[in-house]
């Protein structure tokens, strides 16, 4: 008898609950580790690593491999329509992967994929084939760098490093920002959600671990109050810090 053509058995052991993450890491027939997604549709599968869908695009690890050695050899490289879409296919690809990897609290790895749609970001607006092409993309940019800091702070206090979380959070807070004002949204900045969840975040931070402000702050403050003792022990710790 041939094998059934449905999902029937995942299915029902596996049952949709919009309450809860529905993310887990199993092995393929392989052995190797797959990501799955519950889905109130069915289930999703995706590598872990190289592109989540598994394919090669012309031989490279991912889209963004490819399109960066043909750059090499063509600077002023145009994207036809049809490499869009295959580049938009990876940015789909890649955020619901980060998305898992968030939920899984593999935080290292969602920043990983933040990085990669990052830089797909910036190849696109290098290269994009028009301005609301460009838009399209980097409306979407502050969403990512959320992401990326909010796993980034996280890593820092899985390492015991509350300090270096919130420099993180501000670095990330001052990035966000930045993309605000590159896209003329700069008055909706102090107001935006992801950003009063980084700074409910921070302040969290430093009230829990009675934090006075991060360690670039302090050393300004000690500085500016002449303290020059102080300010050296704290180019010492954030010297420490990012050895």
């Given at each position: 008898?041939?094998?059934?053509?449905?999902?029937?058995?995942?299915?029902?052991?596996?049952?949709?609950?919009?309450?809860?993450?529905?993310?887990?890491?199993?092995?393929?027939?392989?052995?190797?580790?797959?990501?799955?997604?519950?889905?109130?549709?069915?289930?999703?599968?995706?590598?872990?690593?190289?592109?989540?869908?598994?394919?090669?695009?012309?031989?490279?690890?991912?889209?963004?491999?490819?399109?960066?050695?043909?750059?090499?050899?063509?600077?002023?490289?145009?994207?036809?329509?049809?490499?869009?879409?295959?580049?938009?296919?990876?940015?789909?690809?890649?955020?619901?992967?980060?998305?898992?990897?968030?939920?899984?609290?593999?935080?290292?790895?969602?920043?990983?994929?933040?990085?990669?749609?990052?830089?797909?970001?910036?190849?696109?607006?290098?290269?994009?084939?028009?301005?609301?092409?460009?838009?399209?993309?980097?409306?979407?940019?502050?969403?990512?760098?959320?992401?990326?800091?909010?796993?980034?702070?996280?890593?820092?206090?899985?390492?015991?490093?509350?300090?270096?979380?919130?420099?993180?959070?501000?670095?990330?807070?001052?990035?966000?920002?930045?993309?605000?004002?590159?896209?003329?949204?700069?008055?909706?900045?102090?107001?935006?959600?992801?950003?009063?969840?980084?700074?409910?975040?921070?302040?969290?931070?430093?009230?829990?671990?009675?934090?006075?402000?991060?360690?670039?702050?302090?050393?300004?403050?000690?500085?500016?109050?002449?303290?020059?003792?102080?300010?050296?022990?704290?180019?010492?710790?954030?010297a420490r810090r990012d050895c």
């Open positions: 008898m041939s094998s059934p053509n449905h999902l029937d058995f995942l299915l029902k052991s596996w049952t949709y609950d919009a309450n809860e993450p529905g993310v887990r890491l199993v092995k393929g027939c392989d052995g190797r580790d797959v990501i799955q997604v519950r889905l109130d549709l069915g289930i999703l599968q995706m590598e872990v690593s190289g592109r989540p869908d598994g394919s090669r695009p012309e031989g490279y690890p991912t889209l963004l491999d490819w399109l960066t050695h043909k750059e090499l050899n063509d600077p002023d490289l145009e994207l036809e329509a049809e490499i869009c879409d295959e580049i938009d296919r990876e940015f789909v690809q890649y955020y619901h992967r980060r998305v898992a990897w968030l939920r899984l609290q593999r935080f290292e790895l969602a920043i990983k994929d933040a990085d990669h749609t990052l830089a797909l970001m910036d190849f696109c607006r290098e290269h994009s084939p028009g301005e609301d092409w460009t838009l399209q993309h980097e409306q979407h940019r502050a969403f990512v760098l959320f992401h990326r800091t909010q796993a980034a702070s996280l890593v820092a206090i899985e390492n015991q490093q509350p300090e270096k979380a919130v420099e993180l959070i501000d670095a990330g807070l001052e990035e966000i920002k930045d993309s605000f004002e590159e896209l003329g949204w700069e008055d909706f900045y102090e107001s935006d959600e992801l950003v009063e969840r980084l700074n409910e975040l921070r302040d969290s931070l430093c009230n829990d671990f009675c934090i006075p402000g991060s360690l670039q702050e302090q050393l300004n403050e000690a500085i500016k109050a002449e303290q020059y003792e102080l300010a050296a022990q704290i180019r010492d710790r954030l």
